[in-house]
C-alpha cells in the first residue's frame, strides 16, 4: 500500500512539470532563423518583422524562442557565427542569393528582408516619381 501512495505522490508531483514542457523547434526553423540573422548581418538588409514571424509560425516557432536571449538562442547564435563567417568569405554573391530568395522580390518568400533604410510598408508600394511643376 506504502508504494502506491508514494507512486502516486511522486506522479502528483511530476504533474506541473510535464505541463510546461514543450517540444523544441526543429532543426530547419532554427537555421532558418540564423540564416536570415546572418544575411542581415553581413549584408546590412533590415528585416520584415512581419513576414519573418510569419515564416517562423508556419513552423511552430516563435520569435522569442529563436532571439539571443530565448531558449534556443544559443543554438542560433552558433549557427548565426558559422552562417556569416561563410557569407563574408563571398559577401557579394551571398548577398545576391539571400536578395533573390528573400528580398522584396523573393522566390521563397517576399518582403523578410528589405534593403537599409526601407520600412516594411514601403515595400509594398514603390515611390511615385516627382512630377514636374
Not at 510535464?18 to 542581415?40: K, M, T
Not at 546590412?44 to 516557432?61: H, M, P
Not at 533573390?100 to 514603390?126: C, F, H, I, M, R
Amino acid at each position: 500500500m506504502r508504494h502506491v501512495v508514494l507512486s502516486a505522490a511522486l506522479m502528483a508531483a511530476a504533474l506541473p512539470a510535464q505541463a510546461q514542457i514543450r517540444n523544441a523547434p526543429g532543426p530547419r526553423a532554427l537555421e532558418f532563423a540564423a540564416y536570415i540573422f546572418a544575411a542581415s548581418n553581413v549584408c546590412g538588409y533590415r528585416i520584415g518583422s512581419d513576414q519573418f514571424e510569419a515564416l517562423l509560425a508556419k513552423q511552430n516557432v516563435q520569435i522569442a524562442d529563436v532571439q539571443p536571449r530565448g531558449p534556443f538562442g544559443n543554438r542560433v547564435q552558433t549557427m548565426f557565427t558559422l552562417m556569416s563567417n561563410q557569407m563574408q568569405q563571398n559577401r557579394d554573391q551571398a548577398c545576391l542569393a539571400v536578395a533573390g530568395e528573400y528580398g522584396p522580390e523573393g522566390t521563397v518568400a517576399k518582403n523578410v528582408l528589405l534593403p537599409a533604410g526601407q520600412d516594411s510598408g514601403a515595400a509594398a508600394k514603390p515611390a511615385e516619381p516627382a512630377k514636374p511643376q
